[in-house]
C-alpha cells in the first residue's frame, strides 16, 4: 500500500508539470500532438473529438509527456507543418516551457497551504535522541545497542528531557576510571538494559560509543487561518527552495551530495519508508519537496530539459532568428540519452541500497 501511495506521489508531480505545458499550450493556440501519463505501453487512448490531440494512460506510472507537432525533429520531417512546434511564436513557446516547472512550484504552495490552514501548524518543543547507526566495531556495537534505540536513562538520569545535549554530554564527559554507563534503551515497545565504556577518539577529540544520534522533534499543533496557511505555505515553500539550491549548488560547484542522489526507485522507497512511518503529514511534506525539486530541476540548463529549451528561446529572442530545429533537436536528443544512462545508473544505484 505505502509503495502504491509513493508511486501516486509521483504520478501526482509529473501529471501537473506535463499539464502545466499542456494548458498554457491550449492557452497560446498551439495544438498538443499526445498527452500522456505514465510511460510505456498505452493501456487506455483516446482521441479529443474537439482538438487533434491523442490522450493516453500508459503501464509504467514513473512518467509522463506533453508531446507537440514537430518538437525535436531532428530529420525536418514536421518543417513545413504549421501545427509544429518551432514555426510558433518564440514568447508562446517561452511561456508554454516555463508552465511545467511553474505548475509543480504552484502545487507546492497550493498543498502547503490547504493543509496547514485544515490541519494547523507545528511548533517544536523539544527533540529527542535516538540511534541513528551503529558502528561494527564500537562499544555500542558489543553491549547490543541498534539502530533506532532510543536511550532512556544512563546511570539513572532522564536523556529524554527534549534536547540532545544531556546524552551527548553524558557520553563525552565520561572519563577513564568512572564507571561504566549503565543505559536503559525503549526498543518499540521493548525495554532493554546494557552498560558499557566509551572510547576515547583521538581524530573527534572526544569520547564515543559508536553510534550516530538523531534526534525526533518534539511537536505541538496549533490552529491556523487561512490566511496564516498562505503565509506559511510560503515561507516554508521559500525555505524549502533555499536549501535546495544550495544544494544544487554545491553538487554542480564540488560534488558535494552526489553519493545522497536518488532517482525513481530510491524515491519510492524513501516515501513509502516516510509515510509508513509518519502517515499523511509525511507524505504531504515529500509531495511538496519533491515537486519543489521536480521545478527547479527542470529549469537547470541541461540539455532535453525545460531550462535547456528557455535558453534555446532566449537566444532566438536575442539573435532575433531562431537556431536551426534540426539543430536543436539534436542537442536535446543527445542530452535526453546522456540523462536516460545517468537514471540508469542511479536506479542501479538505489536497487543495491535496497539490497545492501
Known amino acids: 500500500m505505502y509503495i502504491i501511495l509513493a508511486l501516486l506521489l509521483l504520478a501526482i508531480l509529473i501529471t501537473v508539470h506535463e499539464f502545466g505545458h499542456f494548458l498554457a499550450a491550449r492557452a497560446m493556440k498551439i495544438e498538443v500532438r499526445e ?33 507537440f507537432y514537430g518538437e525535436d525533429d531532428a530529420k525536418g ?18 511561456f508554454v516551457i516555463l508552465m511545467g516547472p511553474v505548475m509543480n512550484f504552484v502545487l507546492a504552495f497550493v498543498v502547503g497551504t490547504v493543509f496547514f490552514w485544515v490541519n494547523g501548524v507545528e511548533t517544536i518543543t523539544g527533540i529527542d535522541p535516538y540511534i541513528v547507526d551503529v558502528m561494527a566495531a564500537g562499544p555500542a556495537y558489543s553491549a547490543g545497542i541498534q539502530a533506532k534505540d532510543v536511550v532512556t536513562e ?32 525503549l526498543r518499540g ?25 538523531g534526534g525526533k522533534y518534539r511537536t505541538e499543533t496549533e490552529p491556523e487561518t487561512f490566511l496564516g496557511g498562505i503565509k506559511d505555505s510560503w515561507d516554508w515553500c521559500s525555505y524549502a527552495s533555499g536549501v535546495m539550491l544550495r544544494a544544487l549548488k554545491d553538487l554542480v560547484t564540488t560534488g558535494e551530495g552526489l553519493d545522497q542522489t536518488s532517482g525513481p526507485v530510491g524515491i519510492v522507497s524513501m516515501v513509502s519508508t516516510e509515510v509508513q512511518e509518519e502517515g499523511l503529514r509525511a507524505f504531504i511534506r515529500l509531495l511538496m519537496v519533491i515537486s519543489i525539486n521536480l521545478g527547479l530541476m527542470n529549469l537547470l540548463p541541461i540539455p532535453g530539459l525545460d531550462g535547456s ?15 536551426p530545429p534540426e539543430k536543436e533537436a539534436m542537442v536535446h536528443l543527445a542530452g535526453m540519452v546522456v540523462l536516460f544512462g545517468f537514471m540508469i545508473f542511479i536506479t542501479f544505484k538505489d536497487i543495491m541500497k535496497l539490497f545492501g
Open 35 to 67: 498527452f500522456a501519463i505514465g510511460m510505456g505501453p498505452k493501456l487506455i487512448g483516446w482521441k479529443s473529438k474537439k482538438y487533434d490531440t491523442d490522450f493516453s494512460i500508459r503501464a509504467i506510472p514513473l512518467g509522463g509527456f506533453c508531446a
Open 77 to 94: 520531417i514536421s518543417k513545413d507543418d504549421p501545427r509544429a512546434f518551432p514555426k510558433q511564436n518564440v514568447w508562446k513557446r517561452l
Open 154 to 185: 544512563i546511570n539513572g538520569v532522564n536523556m529524554l528531557d527534549g534536547t540532545e545535549t544531556t546524552l551527548l554530554d553524558t557520553i563525552g564527559n565520561w572519563k577513564e576510571g568512572d564507571a561504566p554507563l549503565k543505559m536503559t534503551i
Open 189 to 213: 515497545e521493548e525495554t532493554v538494559e546494557t552498560e558499557l565504556t566509551p572510547v576515547w577518539d583521538e581524530k573527534e577529540q572526544k569520547m564515543r560509543i559508536g553510534v550516530t544520534i
Open 309 to 323: 529549451r528557455l535558453v534555446f528561446g532566449l537566444v532566438e529572442v536575442v539573435r532575433r532568428k531562431p537556431v
